[in-house]
């Protein structure tokens, strides 16, 4: 199999050939890196990662997980899905770990939380992955990252609405786009920050594509992650570049936390790499 097949489709809008430089002017020229999240840690901000469980001890987290939920679905009860608390938090795959590894890298005094709704085959329900992501948004995350989809079109209006419902209580959520170039939610909701990968390897440098639905491009391309068992792995996915994303985020939610989603998402367009100062 050649490097091109393993990659996810949409990096190809962000290889070096394909990034198209953008001219930052007016007030975008003066938001730079360095007033978005200079200085920040990320302290005080609550991020909800959304997938298979986190392993909390692993030696890349530094105790940074505050505390973790189960989310089932049994369509034989009344209420088919129910959550059950997991504290301390584990993971059954790996995936959530590496994600968490990411953000906390980037934001080292945030707190994070573990919204388990995947199994060990990293597949689960398109509602538990809805009932993840209503809890987080319920508790009082205020960045959630996303490294999962669904591509069923009957869940579209219930993550559509979940989405609004964020947005509307100031919480910002990082989509993962999906490895293939297909319909995929919430990351392509306009109230979500889509990401994709790119062969980078600076945490700090990501690109943005002036031509969604895929908004912004991060490392995850060969990048190394934390994974269940206290072990790190090399791997390739868009999942892996959402939590970039989510951590830069999540470090201007701590310097700026007034700032709405929209004006995070512009900040970001600002300070992306491809955006070049007059």
């Excluded at 909390?56 to 209420?79: A, N």
Aim: with cysteine; hydrophobic share 40%.
């Amino acid at each position: 199999m050649s490097d091109e097949e393993i990659r996810p489709a949409w990096s190809q809008q962000f290889a070096a050939d394909a990034i198209r430089e953008l001219v930052a002017s007016g007030p975008f020229a003066e938001i730079t890196p360095e007033w978005a999240w200079g200085g920040s840690t990320g302290s005080g901000v609550r991020v909800g990662i959304v997938d298979t469980g986190i392993e909390h001890d692993h030696p890349w987290l530094e105790g940074c997980i505050r505390s973790g939920v189960v989310v089932h679905y049994d369509e034989d009860r009344e209420e088919p899905i129910y959550y059950e608390a997991e504290d301390p938090p584990i993971d059954v795959a790996g995936h959530g770990t590496a994600c968490a590894g990411i953000i906390h890298a980037l934001a080292p005094q945030a707190e994070l939380y573990s919204v388990r709704v995947l199994g060990k085959n990293m597949k689960g329900r398109a509602m538990q992955f809805a009932g993840g992501l209503d809890w987080a948004i319920d508790n009082g995350m205020q960045v959630i990252n996303l490294s999962l989809s669904t591509a069923r079109e009957e869940y579209h209006a219930v993550f559509r609405q979940l989405t609004d419902a964020a947005y509307f209580k100031k919480v910002v959520l990082v989509s993962a786009v999906n490895n293939l170039p297909a319909p995929s939610y919430p990351s392509l909701y306009s109230a979500v920050v889509s990401v994709a990968a790119h062969n980078g390897h600076d945490p700090f440098v990501y690109y943005y594509n002036p031509e969604p639905p895929v908004e912004f491009g991060a490392p995850g391309i060969d990048v190394e992650v934390a994974w269940k068992d206290k072990m790190t792995m090399v791997t390739t996915g868009n999942s892996f570049a959402a939590p970039h994303i989510a951590g830069i985020v999540t470090l201007i939610r701590a310097k700026h936390p007034d700032l709405t989603p929209f004006q995070i998402k512009s900040v970001l367009y600002a300070c992306a790499a491809n955006r070049r100062r007059e």
